[in-house]
């Protein structure tokens, strides 16, 4: 399907890809990835004939039909139900046709064709597309111009989806979608039937879309077959092995080398000295492959440690305007709460926020805030209001005027950028150091209160993972908004959803939920308002953690029993090697994660028996 052959490309003096090679099959599903700024998004752009690269060609197969989301959001008066139809351009070419054709043997021909294309039946898949990605029935028929360029961004992905291309390239296509419309999404691109090639540094939908990863690393090319968690796992082997030949090589290097030392003087011996300097020339070094460290998220401790609740609500309304967005919450935030907050875009998760963070007031009912509760925002929209020609340092250094330049420089260490980088303007930063930039004064005067919206954009895996690490290790309440399900999983202890104007705790786990967004069960989990025990407020820090603890174990048995089942099915239906060692792989990491969670709960109960 597409064939990429000795590819060269320089950006200036900076060279992105050095003679790279690889064929992907046709009907592959293929995640690109890469650390950022390896020059991803560049190779796309060849691929779509944007750019033409220095030396090598790329080649697809013949009348290969090559789909992509488009950078510019579209607008203007076209409802958005018309600018999909408008994408599939045969059938667009076809009606018009049909219109003015005279000739019979023609009007046969458009005839059978659109009947052949299912032409008839493309508004209501249209529409289904549409659905999916968070549009309902009424939203579908307005116009472009009427939604913001996020939602927008959301209708070119539904076009490039409609027009169904033989090669689907995807650029990071979650970044502008809710949790539920990247559930959708995965859900659509797990069976769609033609080749995908996706960016992302979303581990979830690289492992259940993905049969191909695609590495891009130094200029270099590799195809490995499997999701991204074989990927990792074998490269990781890979590079063992690399170290242990390395290592082997260089033993018999200073072997040979020892021999041609000692004897290349001697008579007798000088023939086989000479022998050995030619072996050692022939001997190529083994390529080590070696990662890049990934700097951790390093946040300062919170400033001062409040008691429970952080925040109350009893019967709460709020809104804009004297108009209600949200009514009737009656809620309870602990200092150590970990909420993932879901629902879809539109529904008032980011008034909910506000709310709770001290940004809005109730429009009626009771809310009780901690005394001194400080509340850091992360918001991804956020990284465009950082100071124009500003720097890393001159953002920090705002924020301890008085304090010496050693002591503001090791601050900018501490946040993320060296000495090389800290005076760097923030308009030649990459979206992955905006972000750190951002997170780091979000977090700067340790807030009991940490309030995070879709903070994984432009970050990639493994900053992703550095991420996760940072939220867990916060002693303070976080709530988390986003699209990357691993991060919900990895920090959540409970999930509210926010819906019908109503914020309420959620029955279940986001496997639950997935089912509930895609209507995949029959016996649907059903959301209900959370009943808060009259002594909840005497309940103690410990009572709390024992809970969290508790619901840990559970939820880690729960996770491996499905893995359980799975291995079971592979068993019988006699899955691939791959899929075998990938289930093993997790069943590990699980049993691990449960063994630490249940020393945690036995070692808690112990410390309150003892109390008691």
Known sequence: MLHINDLTFRIGERLLIDHASVALPTGAHVGLVGRNGAGKTTLFRIVRGELAPESGAISTSRNARIGSVEQEAPGGPQSLIAFVLDADVERRSLLAEADHAHDPHRIAEIQTRLADIEAHAAPARAARILAGLGFDEAAQGRALSEFSGGWRMRVALAAVLFSAPDLLLLDEPTNYLDLEGTLWLVDYLKTYPATVLVISHDRDLLDDVANH??????????????????????????????????KKQEEKRKHLQSFVDRFRASATKATQAQSRLKMLARMAPVAVTVDDS????????????????????????????????????SLTLQADDRIGLIGANGNGKSTFAKLMGGRMEPMSGKMVRASKLEAGFFAQHQVDDLASGGSAYSHIAARMRGEPEAKIRARVARVG??????????EQLSGGEKARLLMGLTTFEGPQLLILDEPTNHLDIDSRAELIEAINEYEGACILISHDRRLLEACADRLWIVGGAQVRNF???????????????????????????????????????????EQKVHRFQDLLRRVDEALTKAAVHGASSTQALDLAAKRRELERALDAAEETWLALSMKAEATN
Do not use: C
């Open 507 to 549: 029955d279940g786990d986001l496997d639950d939920y997935a089912r509930l967004v895609l209507g995949q069960s029959a016996e649907k989990p059903t959301a209900r308002p959370k009943v808060v025990p009259a002594a909840r407020g005497q309940e103690t820090s410990l009572d709390r953690q024992i809970t969290a603890a």
């Open 294 to 329: 990934v700097l951790p998220f390093k946040w300062p401790p919170i400033s001062k440690k409040l008691a429970s609740p952080l925040v109350a609500l009893e019967g709460v309304s709020v809104g804009y305007d004297g108009r209600a967005v949200l009514s009737r919450l």
């Open 417 to 426: 950028f060296s000495s090389a980088r800290a005076n760097t303007p923030v």
């Open 213 to 246: 990863i695609l590495h891009l690393d130094r200029g270099k090319l590799t195809l490995w077959t499997g999701g991204y968690t074989s990927f990792e796992r074998l490269r990781a082997e890979m590079m063992t092995l690399q170290g242990k030949a390395a």
